[in-house]
């Protein structure tokens, strides 16, 4: 990998081949983590370290990691949470020295080959190895964090304002191809392990170790093509553990930004809740097996990939801001179908699925390039972090709801229809936001649409 930089200049003065080509080279990062998301967290890892975890129990189905009771069934999800805690640690401290630096290139590459090396290490999880797992997953979930903080910063110099829906959609659209494709292949995989002359568990093995070999392979694309940039010195930045707090207290300076990631904040919580849920939502209130679940979430996958590119095309003409609004009543609407599913009727749960897939991708997309257009320059990790932060270490709010909603009601389909709150909240929330005076705030030109 080349370490040179250059001198950093407006996206709008490079030459278009060089753009594209720096483009081309940052959708690849989406295409190379994407596999992670999908593969291990969504469909394979969590069983499997449950499973593992269930080997190493006790009688009273306990297992005990520095001897802290805790149920074999909960480990997974007490994985997750901590790999979130480590996340929300370490994304701040990881964005500010690459604005300060300028060198997100190296941070990029350490914090993907790092996460990479923790999913392909997934292979040894057999026995009862359930702390590797976990010591794994939590790398690989912080490392994928640290990675996308840094990947996200790139938009704003590599698109000018402009440009910048179509692209961030198009990274979208790449990273969900990529999951749907390398999904299929695991599938085969796993339903036909037999014929590969393997057992389940060693397919599963394979699976998880595979997503990691992906993510490090195609990551050697970006890391040739992104371009670092030489920034001015920010005079008294913070560093260490104070840099959250540093750019809490800037960011006061930017109201509107900060009422965008409050939006943000809403209606994403309610978007992975949807994802993390619904599976439980079709096994358990409508009684569909794992093949159908599975082919669901393939078909979010290959959806989400229209879904991003046709509501990158409708930001030219309304907006990104008017999109993301139309989104979230997509969303409202399709989440309020989903209580009505009748059970035992895969077709149905399929429909429920397309719809997801088709606002999924688009709304994520066009948050985060319209995000971009509120971070002031010379800040883009340092904001960006934050921006993750609101992603991952704060979407713990709609699993509480889904998961009291169901303890007072008894009710799957109680549980899912609360979560249209969310939309309607984030919907009401971005409405307010004045994006076009909170770009000049932040010292950006204003795109005609936006």
């Not at 599976?279 to 794992?290: A, N, R, T």
């Not at 046709?310 to 030219?316: E, K, P, S, T, V």
């Not at 209580?339 to 991708?361: K, N, Q, T």
Request: hydrophobic share 50%; aromatic share 10%; proline share 5%.
């Amino acid at each position: 990998m080349g370490t040179d930089t250059v001198r950093a200049t407006p996206p709008a003065d490079a030459s278009a081949a060089e753009r594209r080509r720096e483009q081309r080279g940052w959708y690849v990062y989406d295409w190379a983590c994407s596999v992670y998301s999908t593969s291990v967290l969504t469909v394979f890892l969590g069983p499997y370290l449950t499973e593992i975890a269930k080997s190493a129990a006790d009688g009273d189905g306990y297992v005990h990691p520095l001897g802290i009771p805790i149920s074999a069934g909960s480990f997974f999800a007490y994985a997750v949470s901590a790999s979130v805690i480590v996340s929300v640690l370490v994304m701040p401290v990881a964005g500010a020295a690459a604005d300060r630096t300028g060198r997100k290139k190296p941070l990029l590459a350490v914090a993907a080959y790092l996460g990479a090396a923790a999913t392909a290490g997934m292979f040894f999880l057999d026995g009862d190895r359930y702390l590797l797992g976990g010591f794994l997953l939590i790398v690989a979930n912080a490392s994928l964090a640290v990675s996308m903080v840094i990947y996200n910063a790139y938009l704003p110099q590599i698109a000018p304002p402009q440009e910048r829906d179509a692209v961030s959609s198009r990274g979208w659209a790449f990273g969900y191809a990529a999951g749907a494709l390398v999904l299929v292949a695991n599938l085969v995989l796993f339903l036909a392990h037999d014929t590969f002359g393997v057992s389940e568990s060693t397919a599963v093995r394979i699976c998880l170790a595979s997503a990691g070999v992906w993510w490090g392979a195609f990551t050697l694309v970006p890391l040739r093509r992104l371009r670092d940039r030489k920034v001015p010195p920010s005079p008294g930045s913070a560093r260490g553990w104070r840099q959250l707090a540093s750019t809490v207290r800037d960011m006061r300076r930017h109201p509107h930004t900060l009422s965008f990631l409050l939006a943000y904040l809403v209606y994403n919580d309610g978007v992975q809740t949807v994802i993390s849920q619904a599976s439980v939502y079709g096994s358990e209130e409508l009684g569909l097996d794992q093949s159908t679940l599975i082919v669901a979430v393939l078909l979010v996958q290959v959806l989400a990939v229209a879904g991003a590119l046709a509501m990158g095309r409708l930001a030219r003409t309304y907006g990104a801001k008017r999109t993301i609004l139309g989104s979230l009543v997509a969303w409202t609407v399709t989440i309020g179908a989903g209580f009505f599913l009748p059970a035992g009727a895969p077709v149905w749960f399929f429909v429920l699925a397309a719809g997801i897939g088709l606002v999924l991708g688009g709304s994520q997309a066009l948050s985060r390039s319209l995000f971009s257009h509120l971070v002031p320059a010379g800040k883009e990790a340092e904001y960006f972090s934050a921006y993750e932060i609101s992603d991952r270490g704060m979407a713990w709010l709609g699993p509480l709801i889904f998961g009291l909603t169901y303890q007072l009601t008894g009710s799957y389909r109680d549980a899912i229809v609360s979560l249209v709150a969310f939309f309607v909240i984030g919907f009401v929330l971005l409405a307010r936001v004045p994006v076009g005076r909170a770009i000049r705030d932040a010292g950006n030109p204003v795109p005609d649409r936006i």
